[in-house]
């Protein structure tokens, strides 16, 4: 809190209380309320640029670490983006009074509320130089609009297939070459303040989605899930961070071909099968979902294992319905009607009759690796 408070604007901020307790004891001639006004401007200027110092401080603090270090007193949601953009005043003007219903009278430099373009004085030279600094004003607060045509993390490649296992969000991290993002400037010691700071974020940042968005992160949880135009609802509601509680799609995870233990996990899948199907034609009918199965699906060089819900058994095939979105494949979708060849099985699960699963070999392989 020191190093923070050590450039605060401390002289003009006694000018101007001085100067406001004068008006108030004793009254001021048309010289002092001069005065007055020029204190005013003065601390203004200075506080601004305060504020914006402090927010450059954490992302130096941030961008100086890889992998992404935890950055608790940043209020912030992020797009990761697939190229730079070039934004202007303007346009997060309007963006912002789409979002939040604000008009902004840009005639008027007096308005209590703006958008301005800033440039910290610090920023040449440094990190912060290559990011574009919107500063806004609007009945919910001060935030900040930031626009880099840089990766938001060092070697955004090495940082995904060290850290990320799931193969749709690692490439969306990966291949990601700028950034953009909606910062809290005010307070953020008020836990019910930050909450509602970040309702506003994410209508802010909901504004500005489009299709050169790959990824939204929030540094504060440290949690990052691959874009969706879907996403932009949950962004825009009171609760932007419940779309961080589960994946935007169900994780693609990788494991080696060869790999000792997934050999004998789908060894063992396929060597239990008949139990699987012993089991199925005595089914509840209430049950009829819950036996479902893990298939490969193949389109020329590339494949991908994804689950089925079982419908039909014979001693050929497996027929059922799709349960996952491809990440790759073209030929089918979530909720297609499919059929797998048995030489295709791979894993299944059915309902225990204690509440529990039975199968799921490869799903224990995957997660004794996390």
């Known amino acids: 809190m020191r190093d923070k408070l050590r450039n605060f604007p401390l002289f003009s901020t006694v000018l101007l209380i001085a100067a406001i307790v004068q008006l108030l004891t ?13 204190a005013a401007i003065l601390f203004s200027v200075l506080f601004v640029h305060w504020l914006m110092k402090m927010l450059e401080s954490k992302r130096a603090a941030k ?10 007193d940043l209020v912030s949601i992020v797009y990761f983006l697939s190229e730079s953009r070039e934004p202007s005043e303007a346009t997060i003007r309007t963006c912002v009074s789409n979002a939040m219903g604000v008009d902004f009278d840009v005639s008027d430099p007096d308005s209590e509320y703006f958008v301005i373009q800033f440039t910290p004085p610090e920023a040449k030279g440094t990190a912060a130089e290559h990011i574009n600094h919107f500063m806004v004003r609007i009945p ?28 749709r969000l690692r490439q969306a991290v990966e291949s990601h070459e700028a950034w953009l993002s909606v910062d809290l400037m005010d307070d953020q010691s008020d836990i019910e303040r930050v909450a509602a700071a970040y309702g506003t974020i994410g209508k802010i ?14 540094p504060e949880l440290q949690r990052c899930n691959e874009f969706d135009p879907a996403l932009i609802e949950s962004l825009a509601s009171s609760d932007p961070l419940r779309l961080f509680d589960e994946p935007t799609f169900e994780p693609v995870i990788e494991i080696s071909d060869d790999d000792p233990r997934m050999a004998a996990a789908v060894e063992e899948a396929i060597k239990r099968w008949p139990e699987f199907v012993s089991a199925f034609k005595r089914r509840d009918p209430d049950d009829v979902d819950r036996y479902i199965i893990k298939a490969e699906f193949s389109e ?9 819900s079982v419908s039909e058994i014979n001693s050929e095939v497996i027929r059922g319905t799709l349960m996952n979105d491809p990440h790759e494949l073209l030929d089918v979708h979530r909720g297609a009607n499919v059929t797998i060849p ?7 699960i059915y309902p225990g009759r204690d509440g529990s699963h039975i199968g799921g070999f490869t799903l224990d392989v995957l997660a004794g690796d996390d």
Request: hydrophobic fraction near 45%; include cysteine; charge should be negative.
């Open 26 to 38: 004793s009254g001021m001639s048309w010289f002092g309320i001069s005065a007055l006004v020029i």
């Open 63 to 72: 961008s100086n670490q890889t992998p992404i270090e935890p950055v608790n």
């Open 140 to 167: 919910q607060g001060l935030f900040a609009v930031l626009v880099s045509d840089k990766p938001y993390i060092d070697n955004p490649a090495q940082f995904a297939k060290d850290a990320i296992r799931d193969k």
């Open 205 to 218: 940042i909901a504004s500005l989605a489009g299709p050169d968005c790959l990824a939204v992160y929030c």
């Open 300 to 308: 020329g060089s590339k494949s991908e294992f994804m689950w089925v």
């Open 342 to 348: 048995m030489d295709r099985l791979n894993d299944w």
